[in-house]
């Protein structure tokens, strides 16, 4: 079983969150940071083609972009 793994480019700082793409496949790692009753709480979402992708782990690299550089 090929392995593979996301390689993320530089992480962009919004206000509220940070993103990184993944050059490979084009998918967007989201961390967030919300403040809530005085605590701030931070998580990760993913996110490809402007849908949030729901799933416990996280996904594998498909590397579709360099399948279709190929
Ligand atoms: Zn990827």
Redesign the pocket.
């Known amino acids: 079983m090929s392995s593979?793994r996301?390689?993320w480019g530089d992480k962009v700082r919004f206000p509220h969150k940070t993103e990184r793409q993944?050059s490979?496949?084009d998918?967007v790692k989201v961390g967030r940071r919300q403040t809530e009753g005085g605590r701030d709480r931070y998580w990760d979402e993913y996110w490809r083609d402007e849908e949030r992708i729901y799933s416990e782990a996280t996904l594998p690299?498909?590397?579709r972009r360099e399948a279709v550089a190929a």
């Open positions: 593979t996301h390689k993944c490979r496949c998918m690299c498909d590397a």
